[in-house]
């Protein structure tokens, strides 16, 4: 379904670009062939890691960790084509960690320890966006749709106690689509408010260096090398300010 929203908003963008009406020369020369560079604050409302995606039984293979929402901060460059058409580029790193279970046992002193398992994910999302802007709300207001590819970059990042594994490094590809009101206050300077639907996956692989490790005395088994699937599966709401000139 994605994708085929994002098919449909890239069509209308070169749709809009090739029937485009000529517009006074004055107006055309102010509002077109512009850059703009800006900034944002980010919520995504909900993020899953799979620990156990290959395992035989369906139950453990379909249980996951949910992280549920978090913040994130990223920037993005657009090139002002014309009044209604636009190209840009996004790029935000999306990072979450969090307690996720805990390891119980004795230390050499007769103390039982909770030892904690951290688990979440580092990931880069850089995007390809067309936008196409509404015609209503005059000069100081643009409401625009927006969509196109993305590349994504991440790993998984676990720890048992004191020790941290090695995650391999995973590359993806997706599609985003995106809705958006932006409302220019001065000639150069504006701010943004955006929903996008996307749905970041990838799998990897963590490995610890060693067979086990101690935490506040308590000796604790590592496991073997660990296969996950990473899915940021909820809608972002970003909230930005953007320079244009």
Same mark, same amino acid.
């Given at each position: 379904?994605?994708?085929?929203?994002?098919?449909?908003?890239?069509?209308?963008?070169?749709?809009?670009?090739?029937?485009?009406?000529?517009?006074?020369?004055?107006?055309?020369?102010? +509002?077109?062939?512009?850059?703009?560079? @800006? &900034? %944002?604050?980010? !919520?995504?409302?909900? /993020? #899953? *890691?799979?620990?156990?995606?290959?395992?035989?039984?369906?139950?453990? +293979?379909?249980?996951?960790?949910?992280? @549920? &929402? %978090?913040?994130? !901060?990223?920037?993005? /460059? #657009? *090139?002002?084509?014309?009044?209604?058409?636009?190209?840009?580029?996004?790029?935000?790193?999306?990072?979450?960690?969090?307690?996720?279970?805990?390891?119980?046992?004795?230390?050499?002193?007769?103390?039982?320890?909770?030892?904690?398992?951290?688990?979440?994910?580092?990931?880069?999302?850089?995007?390809?966006?067309?936008?196409?802007?509404?015609?209503?709300?005059?000069?100081?207001?643009?409401?625009?749709?927006?969509?196109?590819?993305?590349?994504?970059?991440?790993?998984?990042?676990?720890?048992?106690?004191?020790?941290?594994?090695?995650?391999?490094?995973?590359?993806?590809?997706?599609?985003?689509?995106?809705?958006?009101?932006?409302?220019?206050?001065?000639?150069?300077?504006?701010?943004?408010?955006?929903?996008?639907?996307?749905?970041?996956?990838?799998?990897?692989?963590?490995?610890?260096?060693?067979?086990?490790?101690?935490?506040?005395?308590?000796?604790?088994?590592?496991?073997?090398?660990?296969?996950?699937?990473?899915?940021?599966?909820?809608?972002?709401?970003?909230?930005?300010?953007?320079?244009?000139?």
């Amino acid at each position: 379904m994605k994708f085929a929203v994002g098919i449909f908003l890239l069509l209308s963008f070169a749709s809009a670009r090739g029937q485009e009406i000529p517009q006074d020369p004055v107006r055309r020369f102010l +509002r077109t062939e512009r850059f703009q560079i @800006g &900034g %944002f604050g980010d !919520f995504t409302t909900s /993020a #899953r *890691l799979y620990p156990a995606p290959r395992d035989e039984d369906p139950i453990i +293979r379909s249980s996951y960790n949910d992280f @549920g &929402g %978090f913040l994130s !901060f990223g920037g993005d /460059a #657009r *090139l002002i084509l014309s009044s209604s058409n636009a190209i840009g580029l996004t790029v935000q790193p999306l990072s979450m960690k969090q307690v996720v279970n805990n390891i119980y046992g004795y230390n050499t002193s007769g103390e039982y320890v909770g030892v904690p398992v951290h688990d979440g994910f580092n990931l880069w999302l850089f995007e390809l966006n067309g936008y196409f802007s509404v015609p209503i709300g005059g000069d100081s207001w643009d409401i625009y749709l927006g969509g196109g590819p993305a590349l994504y970059l991440g790993k998984r990042t676990l720890e048992i106690g004191n020790a941290e594994a090695s995650s391999t490094l995973a590359t993806a590809f997706g599609i985003q689509a995106a809705a958006g009101v932006a409302y220019r206050f001065t000639d150069h300077w504006g701010i943004r408010w955006e929903m996008k639907f996307r749905s970041p996956e990838f799998n990897t692989t963590s490995t610890f260096n060693s067979a086990y490790t101690e935490y506040q005395g308590a000796r604790v088994s590592l496991p073997p090398p660990l296969s996950a699937k990473m899915n940021v599966n909820g809608t972002d709401f970003t909230l930005g300010a953007f320079y244009e000139f």
